[in-house]
Structures are given as C-alpha cells and as structure tokens.
C-alpha cells in the first residue's frame, strides 16, 4: 500500500515518505549547528500518524478526524522513556498544528488538549512507518545532551522546545507549499559588504562644519570603533538629532558583514514609522530587499473566532487547496533585511502557534537592533530580556539597543535574569552630549493650552490621548493649524507632515496638535514645544523637535511642560508621575542630563517592582501554584522530575506586549477598490492597504462593527463602509459614551 500526505487541486499525490524526508531536510538545514539532528528528528517523525489507514480515508474522502500529530510523540516516548528530550521533541511533535499545549497535571482526565492528556489517548494504528522510515534517535540525544549541558534550566530548555518549533513547522509549511506550487522558493543571499561600502560613502558625504554635526561625527566615530569589539549586546545611547538611526543601521551592517549573519532584523516600537524607516533605508540601500512585517495584517485566529467572520484553519487541515483557507500564510522573515515592531518580535516568540512562532528560527544567526529600546513596556522587560538573553547566547544572534534616553540595562540585566549577559557602551565617552543641548525647559502646571499660543512662533503640543489633541485643535485660533493622531491614515498623515514640514521651510507659524506619535521618526524643527507632562524620555524625544537643528539660541527655544488629565494606564501614570516629583524637587535645568535619565529610570522600575516580579512570575508559570524558575527548577529536581513544567498555551493567553492591541481599517478610495475585491492579498499589495488604513483598538473595532460602519470581509480585512466617518484632515471618527461622534 502506497501512503500519501497531501493532495494537489490537480489530483496529484506527495507521499508521506517523501513529506517527512523533505521536512526533515528543510528542518535541519534551518537549526543552529547544536540542533541540527533535532530538528531532523522531529521533522522525520512529525505526521508518523499519516501512516494509519484511517487518515489515509479521510484523505479520499472519508468524514472523519484523525489525530496524526500525536503518534509520532508517543513514538519518541515509547522509544526512548521520559526523558526530558523525549518530551521536548513530544512537545513540538504533538503541537505542530494545533499550537505548543500546556503539559498538564498528573491524574489530569478533563483537559484533552494538554500534552500529558495526548499522550495518554489511543491513536490510529500507524505502524506501517517502520517499512518505510529509519530513524536515529542517538545521534539526536548525543546532541541534545551536549547543548544541555552548560547552564541549561528552564528558560534555555522552553526557549529550545519554541526554536525547534519554529524549524518544524516552517519546513512542514514550505515543503508542503513546494509540493503544491510545484517549485521551491528562492532565498536571498545577501553581500553585507557591498551595503557597508555604500554607506561608507554616504558618511563620508557629510559635512562637520558646524558644532552640533563635528559632534554627530564623533559620536558615530567612537560607535564604529567600538562595534568591532565581540559582544552579544551593544548599547547605543546617543542624543536625539545625533543620526543615531543612521548609525545604527551602519553599525548592524557591519556586524552583519563581519560576522557572516544571514539577516538584519530592525525592530521598533510603532506601527507609524515603519514604512517611513523602511523608504529610508531602501533609498540608501537600492537593491536590498527589505520584509516590511506589520502585525495589522497578520491573520489573527483569537480575533476571527471572537467577531465569528470566517473559517479558520482547522487542526487537521492537511490539504493544499490554499484558495479554500481563509487563513493569510504568516511570513517566515526569509529575507535578509526585517523590519518590524515590538509586538510583533515578542509576541511571535511567546506565542504558542504555528502561524506566529514559524518565524522563530530566523532570527537566529542575525543582527538584531532594537530602536528605542527604553519603550518596552516595564511589566513584561523581563521576559523580553530573556528572550534576547537566549537569542544572543546560544542562536548566534546579536543586538544592538538604540536608545536616546538609556536605562541601566545592565543593572536590569543582572536582577531580572539567571545570569550576567555581556553588554557593550558603544559611546563610553559623552562627554559632548552638551551639545545637544538646544533648549530650555518650564514647568507651567495646569494651563489652557490653546489660549497660550499667540501664532508668532511654530508650535507643536503634543498630548497623551487623541482626543484632547482633537480638543485642543477644534479650540485652537491659529491660522495654520494641524492635527495629527494615529487614526489617519499614513498617506494622510504624510501629507500633513509635508505641508507641515513646507511651511517651516518657507518661515510658516503652523501649530500641530499631536499625540507622541510625531516623537518617533519625524524630522520637524518648532520654535516653540508645549508638552503634556509624561515620562521624561516621552518629554526629552518632544523635545528633540524644538530647535532640533541648532539654528537659534537655546535661550529662546522654549519647551513647555504643563498637566493634563491624569492617565488610567498605570506605566503611563507611574512615568508621568516620577517625571513630575523629579521637576517639582529638583527644578527643569538638568533635565537633559545623563544623571537625570539614569535617575529617573531606576525610580520607576523600582516603583514597578512589584508588577515586574508579578507579570514575570504569570508568564513563567501557571496554575495554582506559581513559582520563579529558579524555585520550580529545584522543587523539580528535588522531586526528580523529569521534565520542566511548560505551559505554552497559557503563556501565550497572558502574555500581551501592549493591552490594546491595534488593527486596521482599511479607508477605501479608488487606488484600492481593486485590491480590495481579491479574495488573496499578495505581499506587495499589503503595503498599500497598510498605507490607507487608520489604527484603532480592539474595542473601538468591535463599537464600529457594531454601528454597521466596518465590514469585515472575506479576506480578512475591515473596511470602512461609512465614508462620513473618516476626515482626511482629522481621521476616523469614533463615538463616545455619550453617542456622539469625536475626532480621536
């Protein structure tokens, strides 16, 4: 008897031997040199359940539901005991539909999803493998045994588990996906030199006439110089209007190129600047292909089931008829340049599904730099730390963390993680950051803050919510004057940053109303800066806009720090509140200081402490009982335990990068009704939606499904039906309590 995996729409067959060869090929060719037979292993033996004539019914037709996945764990088990490898191979085997599971409890008979409870189940008989299949499980324990030996608990041995994931289910995906397009994909090999060399003529362009670009130049000097140095963690703590972007991505360049790295991953914090990072560093670097991965367009299966708008792909969906899967194919960063967002980077590794943590091995072996690095939220720094932790010390990855405004990482370093991670001041000497001292702070309290500006100056206010941006807009007398906020769409915003930027060109007064959005990757010069009071890195990137190019004295650029409304977000509360016990007891003059900046951070993580040591304690265990790591670990060597207690599923339930997670409303116009219409949206097409598409909560996505003003199509996407909704001036309009619409 022949046994089959897949079917092509054409009517042709791939067979099980040649699917689980192929995955295990591609698996292995994806693993760190440590993990190679691991992840060959796993590969081999992953759809061993595809051998039972049951699932070969259901292949032909047969309505029934066959559990494939779990065989070749129980296989791993049966073969080779309890070992702790034997369950991290059953781990990733058992999940690689479904998702990672929770391991389970002892006795456990209810929860059929955990890995325990599969373990225990009767599956199809698949014994047939054995005349088809050879498998070495010693060479695979030998490794295993020689990557665990050094420093291995928890952490190292949840994050393997998450890695070899990461290499099965990538090569599942693409060796199926080769066998129904009938080709293989192409990978991108890049020279690194070639791109360091254009960018050394680009630095070599500059001028240092002035004090402020001598300075830049030094700063970037003393970063180069230091970046040859081998570290796994490079800090880069340099001013803002310093070119630090710039720096940075020559820095990473030239890790890349000494070091043989197959790609650069750029990570930063908002969705608003992404696409503006990505045009500018694709104008530098011409040919270079750059990923631009947005998580607004990432198929979200939690979000599907909850508005119930489509089908999703099942478990057990096996076949290749890919019109028919209402699932967009999560990209796997097989490209040598990344560009993404915090979310996306953190939230793909602590997910527990095949869609997000497919990635996962390819940010192995890379150069990874983290923009403003200080923007991670507090409440999650430690597992985030951890995962760089792993990253840098056994993928032979890299980071570099970019930052105007640097945290004692290193002091973080040593209370939240198991062990001392080698970092590297890029810029030990700042003794010139004076230079980039360009304007002079007040603190006014509570003010009317529209009332204050008489139009004689360009001014920029820039608020904590949208809505007292708005506010503060519609109440504004000015005879220029903007708002901007995330609920435009980039091309509107971009159009508004241009006439904005015009204006200051040719000697305009405009004054923009702004959220922190126009902080981040927005080169605009104000005389004048009103501030909502926040963090004081929130308040020193604000201040990066008044006279952001040295042009006038610092005694007449003026940044105004006045009182708001006080924010329900407790981080967001704790920083603004630090930020104004630092002004009120020791005055605005030293604001800008490095001693102020170090201050001012080890105040508020030590105020958040506690929520740091409770977040970390949720994402490390669940259950009743929750333990640190270091605690489980030696509670279950006492016991003798043979396996760490990992539950994946949970984790992935509780951790969140940010509460609010953001999605897109696409805001139709003729360029892209005809995108709009495809029942598959092809990458190129994405960016294009993205750049048409205003931002909003989950919440204020499912108030506007609810009015009937989004539709939530076929393919994916929301679209807003009700054109009277959206300003190109202002943005989306969403409703208040009251019911009556605002602009946010």
Known sequence: MTYYAHT?????????????LGTAEKAKSFAIPALKESAYLVGLLHDLGKYSEDFQRRLNGADIRVDHSTYGAKEILKEIGGKRSAYAWAYVIAGHHAGLPDLGNVGENENRSTLRERLKTECSDASAWKKEIEVNYSSARKEYVGFSREAFGPDEYEFMIRYLFSCLTDADSLDTENFCSGKERVACDVDWSKYKAILDRVFASFNAVTELQKERAVLQAQAMSNIGKDCGIYLLDMPTGSGKTLCSLDLAIERAAKMGKKRIIYVIPYTTVIEQTADEFGKILSDLPILEHHSNFDFDEDVAERFGAWNVLKADGDDCKIGDIM????ENWDAPFVI???????????????SKLRKLHNMADSVIVFDEMHTLPIKYFAPCMRAIEQLTTRYNSEAIFLTA???????????YLSKDIKMLDLVPDKSGYRVFDKCTFEYIGQADVPSLIDGTKSTLVVCNRKRDAEDMYSKGNAAEKYCLSTYLTPVDRKMIIDEIRRSLSHGGKPVVFSTSLIEAGV?????CVYRELAGIDNILQTAGRCNRNGARSKEESKVYIYSGQQSKDKELYTK???????????????????ECVRYYYNEVYETNKKTMKDADINFETTGATRLSAKDRYEQQQNKREKTFDIDYASIAKEFHLIDASRYAVVIPDEEIDGILAMDEIPFEAKRKLQRRSASVTFYELKSLIGEGVIECKENGLYVLTDSSRYDRRTGLKVKEEGGQPVFA
Do not use: C
Request: glycine share 8%; net charge positive.
């Open 340 to 354: 993404t967002t915090n979310v996306q980077f953190f939230e793909s590794i602590y997910s527990n599904k095949r």
């Open 405 to 415: 405004t640097m945290p004692d990482f290193v002091g973080l370093a040593k209370r």
């Open 327 to 330: 699932k967009q194919r999560a």
């Open 576 to 594: 603004a509140d630090t930020a104004k016990g630092i002004i009120l007891n020791h005055g605005v003059k030293g604001l800008m200081s490095q």
């Open 8 to 20: 092509r729409e054409s009517g042709q067959w791939q067979t099980v031997k040649d699917h689980l």
């Open 523 to 527: 080169d605009l010069d104000f005389e």
